[in-house]
Each structure stands twice: as structure tokens, then as C-alpha cells.
Nanobody
Framework: QVQLVESGGGLVQPGGSLRLSCVAS????????VGWYRQAPGKERELAAR???????DYAASVKGRFTISRDYAKNTVYLQMNSLKPEDTAVYYC???????????????WGQGTQVTVSS
């Protein structure tokens, strides 16, 4: 099995910064994609940023230029650096990873439990 554990959420004032971490552990052979999703109250879950094996990244238009996703392969950890935070960034942030547990078959998607980010004065 694979576990994803997020951390780093909290309460921050508008304009502030937070760094989220997602640590993957368990039976990991390789990881194709890791994404940070977020879900605000009453809204659907949406992709904020993702990083693909090899290092390429994608960002939602609403966070581009403010958020940076990065990966530490040695630590099986993905970070989301969030700067210039706005009240509309308030949401539960979830880590998702597409993981190969062996060299055969197909990968599976795993989710973390989520971490709350609240941007408010």
C-alpha cells in the first residue's frame, strides 16, 4: 500500500506565504505524477498544480505566478510553495499521486487526507 501525508496548512493573512508538503511512503516502485488539488466549501475539487516525472509542471491559471510545485526525489516528497495568498485560496488542499507499486501492470491513484489552508485577516 501507499500512504500520502500532507502537512503545512494553517491560517495566514492575505499576502502571506505557506509551504505544503506531501510525503509518500509504502510500496513505491515509481511515481508518474503528483498533484495538489484543492476544494473550497461548496465547490468542486480542482487541480492547483502538478509535477510530472521528469520535472515538467502545470498550474491552474488562478495560481500561476504565485504557487510553485517542486519535488525531492530522495525524500519522496512534493512541496507546494504558496506566495501572495488570497482569501479565495482558502480550501482543503489534497495531495494526489499516480504510483507504480511494481514494474508491471498499471499505476494507481492515491490521495492524502488533506490539509486546511485559510487565508483571512
Amino acid at each position: 500500500q501507499v500512504q500520502l501525508v500532507e502537512s503545512g496548512g494553517g491560517l495566514v493573512q492575505p499576502g502571506g506565504s505557506l509551504r505544503l508538503s506531501c510525503v509518500a511512503s509504502g510500496s513505491i516502485f515509481n511515481i508518474d505524477v503528483v498533484g495538489w488539488y484543492r476544494q473550497a466549501p461548496g465547490k468542486e475539487r480542482e487541480l492547483a498544480a502538478r509535477i510530472i516525472r521528469g520535472g515538467s509542471t502545470d498550474y491552474a491559471a488562478s495560481v500561476k505566478g504565485r504557487f510553485t510545485i517542486s519535488r525531492d526525489y530522495a525524500k519522496n516528497t512534493v512541496y507546494l510553495q504558496m506566495n501572495s495568498l488570497k482569501p479565495e485560496d482558502t480550501a482543503v488542499y489534497y495531495c494526489n499521486a499516480r504510483v507504480w507499486t511494481t514494474s508491471r501492470g498499471s499505476p494507481n491513484d492515491y490521495w492524502g487526507q488533506g490539509t486546511q489552508v485559510t487565508v483571512s485577516s
